[in-house]
């Protein structure tokens, strides 16, 4: 599945310090749980505690976690959808992500100085948002009236279903909102997906707080504002302390795990983000278990059996006769394969099956 998040965020608010913690990560764990692809790409892990649950009830020889793409986007000033600063490489890399993730600063230090003069994060957000709202509204002006002339003229039905969407659109980010805030139908989201408007993409958002909130996020006076500004898009909010998240990633599992505890933290904000963006972009996660490895996969909510087959190999689809399947759950409270199968809980699912994140499953097939 090549899907990436991309992290945005104005010059200082912690952007590039967040990204780095996931590539030194990466640098410092074994058996490629990180590692970058080139200069401004990051491959991230998925953490999962089932892995290690799966493998202790049904053992293989090694266990392999499923990875995820960050991307650091370039930086942006006011003015970027005119092309002021990087502004065009800032929206042509936006394009190419298929979700955001948007770092904005939370913390006050003196020897960092904030591009606007002073801590604000409600400004942060709406300055890139506002980029992104020009840019796009920008494009839908132009569409509308191709759209509209081929939809009176011409009398074309998919002239007429595209101008409805963009009719729908237009005020939207006239009044300065994003385009993912709107409810579309299945056929309108279509037509939106072909659009490619940067303010469609799902967001979250980053607060970037300081080491002494990292046991309590909404201690900070800041989290609070970005959270009430995300409620509006219905996006979730996590706090993270990148400077912090940076120096525990080049430490081993012990220490890491010792400094969390000490920190009053169960969960590092780097695996916390990682889990938010891979569930953001509607991804879950399946599980092929014992023999020579223990596995996670990627699949994308909704999909069936067969296309779930043809993540492991192409065979798998083609041939697809069934799945057995059995929910990590069950697995987990029974306490072995054995038990789930006696428990009647191993099912036997055929081609309109819609695989459900935690299954484990054994496909056969025939070729």
Known sequence: MA?????????????????????KAGAEMANYPFATIDPNVGMVEVPDKRLSRIDEL????????????FTDIAGIV????????????????????DAIVHVVRAFDDDNITSVTGTVDPLDDIETINLELGIADLDA????????????????????????????????VLEEGGAVRS??????????????????SKPVLYVANIAEDDMSDPEASKYYKVIEDYAKKENAQVIGVSAKTEEEIAELDDDERQDFLEAEGVTE???????????????????????????????FHEGMKAPQVAGIIHSDFERGFIRAEVMAFDDLDKLGSEQAVKEAGKLGLEGKDYEVQDGDIIEFRFNV
């Not at 409810?183 to 303010?199: A, H, M």
Request: glycine share 8%.
């Open 140 to 171: 839908i002006n132009k569409r509308f009236s191709k759209v509209e002339k081929q939809a009176t003229s011409a009398k074309d039905k998919d002239a007429i279903a595209e101008l409805a969407v963009l009719k729908k659109i237009k005020p």
């Open 3 to 23: 899907l990436t998040a991309g992290i945005v965020g104005l010059p200082n608010v912690g952007k590039s310090t967040l990204f780095n913690a996931i590539t």
């Open 78 to 97: 006011k003015g970027a959808s005119k092309g002021e600063g990087l502004g065009n490489k800032f929206l042509e890399n936006i394009r190419q992500v």
């Open 268 to 298: 590092s904000g780097l695996d916390k983000l990682i889990k938010a963006s891979y569930k953001l972009l509607g991804l879950r996660t399946f599980f092929t278990a014992g023999g020579k490895e223990t596995r996670a996969w990627t």
């Open 182 to 199: 709107i409810e579309f139908n299945e056929d309108e989201q279509k037509i939106v997906k072909g659009l490619f408007l940067l303010t």
């Open 58 to 69: 049904i053992p293989a020889k090694k266990i392999i976690h499923t990875t995820f793409e």
